[in-house]
């Protein structure tokens, strides 16, 4: 079955990582900018890897007939430092018209400090300003519930906010519920020493339904299987879920929230 990773960090990966992902059915990824484990001392930094993001990494995963596309950001991890987010944030719509990048990401909290959500609101307006689809990031562990309330509230005091146009990822248990009701469409990340297993993923998809839930890897330089989705699609059939049920989740719950960007396009579906 063809899937879709909605958020995975391939600068850290190798080549054979892209070729078993394509192996195991993966048709495109999308890759929001994230945090390299270290902070970077300037904006020039940030150049570089924008170029990486929509430059060299599209051309790598097509040799392996996977699409890729990108979201851009300065990462909430380094959102304190104020300066710099600055002037990354004034350099960012030099990107935005790149014919692979789908909008801002992945945004949000960190430590859920002032400074952060100063930054995050920066990078809201500046999606607001350019009518760029978001992606957010929520805090870990025991930041995650009120990083998400504060996350959710933000989005909703701006009147331009269509929440159907923001994925809020990394949800969990305790979070799932507010960013439905909300009305946003909501990630569960398949991640083995944080966030989600493939497991409770699925008892969360039971519980509230298939609809604006999206599954991802999120795999990065740290602990992480690229293919992790596939590890979710088993699980689901061994618990005798429909495949129409398990393709929803994978591909066609992607390609519906991806679709509002008028440069997706994926197995001749996409932007109308």
Same mark, same amino acid.
């Given at each position: 079955m063809r899937y879709i990773d909605? #958020?995975?960090h391939m600068v850290s990966r190798t080549t054979d990582d892209y070729?078993?992902?394509? +192996?195991?059915?993966?048709?495109?990824?999308?890759? %929001?900018?994230?945090? %390299?484990?270290?902070?970077?001392?300037?904006? *020039?930094?940030?150049? *570089?890897?924008?170029?990486?993001?929509?430059?060299?990494? %599209?051309?790598?995963?097509?040799?392996?007939?996977?699409q890729h596309y990108t979201w851009l950001c300065l990462n909430p991890k380094e959102g304190d430092n104020r300066p710099l987010a600055r002037d990354v944030l004034?350099? +960012?719509?030099? !990107?935005?018209?790149?014919?692979?990048? +789908?909008?801002?990401?992945e945004i949000g909290l960190n430590k859920n400090t002032r400074n952060e959500l100063t930054t995050f609101r920066d990078h809201v307006e500046l999606a607001l300003q350019h009518h760029q689809m978001i992606l957010i990031h929520t805090p870990h562990l025991e930041d995650k !519930?009120?990083? $998400?309330?504060? &996350?959710?509230? $933000?989005?909703?005091? !701006?009147?331009?906010?269509?929440?159907?146009?923001?994925? &809020?990822? #990394?949800?969990e248990e305790h979070t +799932?519920?507010?960013i439905l009701t909300n009305g946003?469409?909501?990630?569960?990340t398949l991640y083995?020493?944080?966030?989600?297993?493939?497991?409770?993923?699925?008892?969360?998809?039971e519980m509230y339904g298939p609809e604006r839930i999206c599954v991802s890897s999120a795999c990065d330089w740290g602990p992480s299987v690229p293919v992790a989705v596939p590890h979710l699609m088993l699980e689901m059939r061994r618990r005798g879920h429909p495949e129409a049920l398990i393709q929803k989740i994978? !591909?066609?719950?992607? &390609?519906?929230?991806?679709s509002q960007s008028p440069k997706f396009r994926v197995d001749g579906r996409g932007a109308q």
């Open positions: 909605i #958020h995975a070729q078993q992902m394509a +192996l195991t059915g993966c048709v495109a990824v999308t890759e %929001p900018a994230f945090w %390299p484990g270290f902070d970077r001392m300037s904006a *020039d930094g940030f150049e *570089d890897y924008f170029r990486h993001l929509t430059d060299f990494e %599209p051309q790598r995963a097509a040799k392996y007939g996977i004034a350099r +960012l719509p030099n !990107y935005l018209d790149c014919p692979t990048v +789908l909008g801002i990401g !519930y009120k990083g $998400t309330a504060l &996350i959710i509230e $933000t989005l909703l005091s !701006y009147r331009g906010i269509d929440p159907r146009r923001v994925l &809020i990822d #990394h949800a +799932l519920e507010m946003f469409w909501a990630g569960l083995p020493t944080s966030k989600s297993s493939p497991q409770r993923a699925v008892d969360m998809i994978v !591909y066609e719950g992607p &390609i519906a929230f991806l």
